[in-house]
């Protein structure tokens, strides 16, 4: 059974950092896409970075273009998300997916772990 299980997220104060892990089980994902969408309260999930197979292609949201950095680690089978200088608008909840072989949709999510940045 696949499972994507997403950590690191917590209450933080505009300006500040944090790191999200998103650890995954049941399968290799070393050959596939991964990446890290959000959803504020109200709101539509959105996307926020993805990351190739060998990391060496990264894609951002223009919201979160040089602030947060995706990366991966395929021997351990888990991606990161670091945010940093963070602002109440990535107030949301977080969530880790990998792509299919072809990269057009995402075909595994994780539960989500919530984001709070303060004021």
């Known amino acids: 059974q696949v499972q994507l299980v997403e950590s690191g997220g917590g209450l933080v104060q505009a300006g500040g950092s944090l790191r999200l892990s998103c650890s995954a089980s049941g399968r290799t994902f070393s050959s596939y896409t991964m990446g890290w969408f959000r959803q504020a309260p109200g709101k539509e999930r959105e996307f926020v970075a993805a990351?190739?197979?060998?990391?060496?292609?990264?894609y951002y949201a223009n919201s979160v273009k040089g602030r947060f950095t995706i990366s991966r680690d395929n021997a351990k089978n888990t991606e990161y998300l670091q945010m940093n200088n963070l602002k109440p608008e990535d107030t949301a909840v977080y969530y880790c997916?990998?792509?299919?072989?072809?990269?057009?949709?995402?075909?595994?999510w994780g539960q989500g772990t919530q984001v709070t940045v303060s004021t």
């Open positions: 990351i190739s197979w060998n990391g060496g292609n990264t």
């Open positions: 997916a990998v792509a299919d072989a072809w990269g057009n949709k995402y075909d595994y």
